[in-house]
């Protein structure tokens, strides 16, 4: 696609519930990032894809977040048993190569657990 | 690890110059970036240093001196639309892994005035 495409844009839960979050990066990109960003602060790493090589999961905060990226493009996060303190947006940046200067963002998906 | 420093808010008036200082402190530094971004939006990549020196893009430079740590974001000719939050990034190597990572800075919120 054009930009980096995430889903969906807002998302309400209630606190225990699982949530699902999307990310179809720019094609033919092959790095895939994952950020957390709380307001009025800066952006959080969580995880990181380059091709087929595993995820490196250093910046996930629990064993209630995972994520995959199937067949090199889409990725999903999940948030299991979500808490009130995982309220923030959720960013998705794509780059050519690990080794690229520029990732390119999406515009997020706010997350909002009641 | 690595750790960034930023001012948290700056305010300056349409048509002034502004610059907003970066500091770090980081092991197998690669490079300083620089993103914007609108309340609400996505980051968006403004510009990168590898070396020391100036990079110059339109109305902003971006300035990187390695033996100080330091770097800066300069923005000229100011204008309404440049009101956004700027993040400083520092590209380094992560430890036991190879890969090159972003950690970026809390930002700094910029405010232009008329």
């Known amino acids: 696609g054009a930009g980096v495409s995430q889903s969906p844009s807002n998302k309400v839960t209630e606190k225990g519930k699982d949530v699902e979050l999307r990310c179809d990066p720019i094609s033919g990109h092959t790095a895939l990032y994952w950020y957390r960003q709380s307001l009025g602060q800066g952006l959080e790493f969580l995880i990181y894809?380059?091709?087929?090589?595993?995820?490196?999961k250093s910046g996930l905060p629990s064993d209630r977040f995972s994520a995959e990226r199937t067949g090199g493009s889409v990725s999903t996060l999940t948030i299991q048993r979500t808490q009130q303190e995982d309220s923030a947006v959720y960013l998705c940046?794509?780059?050519?190569?690990?080794?690229?200067?520029?990732?390119?963002f999406g515009a997020g998906t706010r997350l909002s657990v009641l | 690890g690595q750790s960034l420093e930023q001012p948290s808010e700056v305010t300056a008036v349409e048509g002034a110059i502004v610059q907003i200082n970066c500091t770090y402190q980081?092991?197998?530094?690669?490079?300083l970036s620089w993103y914007q971004q609108h309340d609400g939006g996505a980051p968006t990549f403004l510009s990168y240093n590898g070396l020391d020196g100036l990079e110059e893009t339109g109305r902003f430079s971006s300035f990187l001196s390695r033996s100080d740590s330091y770097g800066y974001l300069l923005l000229q000719e100011l204008q309404m639309k440049d009101s956004a939050s700027y993040f400083c990034a520092v590209r380094a190597a992560v430890e036991n892994t190879g890969r090159r990572a972003l950690t970026f800075g809390s930002g700094t919120r910029l405010q232009v005035q008329p």
């Open positions: 894809f380059q091709g087929n090589s595993a995820p490196d």
């Open positions: 940046a794509s780059s050519y190569s690990g080794g690229s200067n520029i990732q390119y």
């Open positions: 980081t092991s197998g530094f690669y490079g």
